[in-house]
């Protein structure tokens, strides 16, 4: 097997930097849109065969490092209890909650009982890549699970959910203390069917204050990075607009950490220390760049970021209207980036 | 006229540290609902007796030390010669820029002939307000103006504009600079109409990167800011998620430069430096804590600021359902605060 994501994940050397994009499973590739067209998103991820298959596509065409399984934050959050529609225009959950009692109504679901599918996608993944690269398994962080069961959907202000935090803690604390409880056997199982490495997003996150985060979001993110070690596996945690929650982000003690594009690589770097991996952190919308002008920009972060405990990847999920082209030409000049990198010093 | 807001923009001793609200002119306010009733949003920013009513309100319930104009930052976009649309779900423009023609054919408008009714809100104002408290005039980035000519509106992931400044920068360029000859003597005209202050909102610069922030909005910033402060007013600079830009904010040579609360505040000025002032940098949604709550935060960023160059403010907008009476005790915690630093140390 190809290890270099793994080993970069532990900060130990490598041929060169390793490379995977986030939703590299996607509509952007059109033999995703082949399969997509014949269901409904929330079904394909309920089809262990198809989902698999979707899974592996961007492994087959563009040479990532990785596969990480096509699948979506909030299928755990609909094992919870909670209705979900997940349309056009993103996800959305027709009834949010609204009550304490929502809350205290939700259930800690058994994982493979409620959300065995997943386990089989890691499965079909592994066998369908015959174990050539690893498979990333995922889910999403209680806080940004939370703003979408009490917000319903996407949110500009997050509102609901901060008032919650606000105005009723100790019910925000129980909504994330059974998140935790469901995350945790949740991504256990990934990593029992096969997954080597697990994401957290958190995409979210970065909505709150320091202070906030400290409150609501950093104990639980620990004791799930605590429990998937203990596991045997490696963690990523990832979020958007978090660079100066960065060092509260390592206290997790989480493997790595995922950048955006706010911040310069080796900035990122600085902040963080030599004992933490980062991956990251090309803008999305630089796939839409000059060929010449987008494999400079691959560089000068590979550069930045160094030789040893860096995983490569967008800041963001890859954006629908890339052009395949354009991300195997990424991929390309990561790896080769990363072999001038290690030659020269 | 209570010179507060003045001094701490200039760095000078106050008695204590002033504050204000960004969109306290608005939704949260009965008496603002009372006066919006009767008239769409883009029609009460072109009626300055209207216009300066609601201006002034907050000074009247809150106590804050400024007043900023009711006014909207597309409205000079409006004048060249765009068809803006401000409805319930956002601004909006039915016919957003989509090729270079469209850019080309943008006017470059005369402030007064175009946008006149905006410097007799500024007028109305002083004269309600007898000149109590300063007015505070203001405009948006061209980065985050030229964001909603190109997306139409609101984005997620502001793929159009990006696609223009990697596709066809010369393009970006160009509009980018029509719009700082735009927004250069609309600002100008403010001044001289009476506001002592003016804030440029970069809402969305933070969705650059860094490099693309010192190409694409830098030059622009600093020229308006330099163009401004030769009229004589210190020149507020604020965006969101902008934290890891602070140093290249501070490169404009804004007097004062403002926070969101995804920083704490001792953090930020330490990364600004003595030399330049503060606003910030409550999260909005704060002022749904209980009220003993709101009051220790507002303490902490009091303290955290220290007695120089500080003016207290949210991190962005407050938000609609927020009850006016939070919006008091904000205020007159921040005043008592401001005193009991100087008072003890």
């Known amino acids: 097997m190809n290890e270099r994501l793994l080993k970069a994940a532990r900060r130990e050397p490598t041929d060169t930097t390793p490379v995977w994009l986030m939703r590299q499973a996607g509509r952007y590739l059109p033999e995703y849109r082949a399969i997509r067209a014949q269901l409904p998103f929330l079904e394909l991820c309920k089809r262990p065969d198809l989902a698999a298959e979707v899974t592996v596509q961007p492994v087959r065409r563009l040479g990532v490092d990785a596969a990480i399984i096509f699948s979506d934050i909030l299928i755990p959050v609909e094992a919870m209890g909670m209705e979900l529609e997940l349309g056009d225009k993103g996800p959305h959950f027709p009834h949010p909650l609204r009550t304490p009692a929502d809350v205290d109504g939700l259930r800690v679901p058994d994982p493979v009982e409620r959300t065995g599918f997943v386990a089989e996608v890691v499965r079909g993944t592994r066998k369908l890549l015959e174990d050539s690269v690893p498979v990333i398994g995922f889910c999403g962080a209680p806080f940004t699970l939370a ?29 994330f203390e059974k998140l935790t409880r469901t995350l945790i056997p949740y991504l256990q199982m990934q990593v029992e069917a096969g997954a080597r490495i697990v ?108 030789k040893v405990g860096h995983i490569f990847n967008l800041g963001h999920g890859i954006l629908p209207p890339t052009d395949p082209d354009a991300a195997k030409t990424l991929v390309d000049a990561v790896h080769a980036a990363g072999r001038t990198l290690r030659a020269t010093g």
Do not use: C
């Open 199 to 306: 994401q957290i997003f958190d995409s979210w996150g970065g909505e709150l204050s320091p202070r906030d985060f400290v409150e609501f979001s950093l104990p639980y993110l620990t004791r799930m990075v605590k429990a998937l070690q203990e596991k045997g596996v490696p963690v990523i945690l990832f979020g958007t607009a978090m660079s100066t929650h960065l060092p509260l982000l390592k206290r997790t003690g989480a493997d790595v950490i995922g950048l955006d594009w706010r911040i310069e690589m080796d900035e990122g770097r600085r902040i963080l220390g030599p004992d933490v991996a980062v991956q990251g952190n090309l803008d999305p919308t630089a796939l839409f760049l000059p060929r010449e002008q987008l494999v400079e920009r691959v560089q000068d972060i590979v550069r930045r970021a160094g």
């Open 147 to 175: 703003a979408y069961m009490v917000e319903g959907g996407g949110s500009k202000s997050y509102i609901q959910i901060k008032r919650l935090l606000f105005e009723q803690p100790e019910v925000a604390h129980r909504l």
